[in-house]
């Protein structure tokens, strides 16, 4: 087995406390950032499906899913945080200390505005599928009407017999 350098020793041993809380504060604000972005693209989507905008809506929903990919990947930077007691760390200073945890409680407000816009949004959308849905029905309904129209001609200009509508 290979000891370790003396100059990682002396890294690890001297490393500031506070690195770990300032990397904890950058990927919280990262992450409050990301969700802003994603209510944003939410919006654009509640817009799009309001205005019957499929195209849009598929732009808007694609850059939403890379902005999600981007906030999964940070939520994996975040975990070792999680299993660090808040009390035992150590802060840069109390300013901040006061703005990751501003971006902690504004991340929250944003995912509940995330989660309603999205459940609008689901709901417009089964709203429009059930709206095509009874007019394909109502279409499918007039084709066999004009179906048999079109069966009953056939069957009148090859029997040579019609109906007299107009006989008391």
């Known amino acids: 087995m290979s000891e370790p350098d003396a100059p990682s020793l002396l890294t690890a ?3 500031d406390p506070t690195d770990a809380t300032d990397r904890l504060a950058a990927l919280v604000a990262r992450r409050r950032e990301l969700m802003m972005a994603i209510l ?3 919006i654009l989507c509640e817009h799009a499906i309001e205005g019957g905008l499929v195209e849009k ?3 808007h929903l694609e850059e939403k899913d890379h902005l999600v990919q981007e906030l999964r990947g ?3 930077g975040l975990a070792p945080h ?3 007691d808040p009390l035992s760390r150590t802060w840069r200073d109390a300013q901040t200390r006061s703005k990751c945890q501003n971006d902690i409680e504004e991340t929250a407000r944003l995912q509940a505005a995330i989660l309603e816009i999205d459940e609008r949004c689901t709901a417009a959308m089964i709203h429009r599928r059930d709206e095509l849905f009874s007019q394909l029905h109502q279409t499918a309904g ?3 009407v ?3 129209y079109a069966t009953f001609a056939e069957g009148r200009s ?3 017999t019609c109906i007299d509508l107009t006989s008391q």
Do not use: D, I, K
């Open 13 to 15: 041993a001297t490393a």
């Open 40 to 42: 944003q693209q939410s």
């Open 57 to 59: 809506l598929l732009v």
């Open 74 to 76: 940070l939520q994996e």
């Open 82 to 84: 999680a299993n660090v």
């Open 142 to 144: 007039s084709f066999q």
């Open 146 to 148: 004009a179906r048999a």
């Open 158 to 160: 090859s029997t040579g």
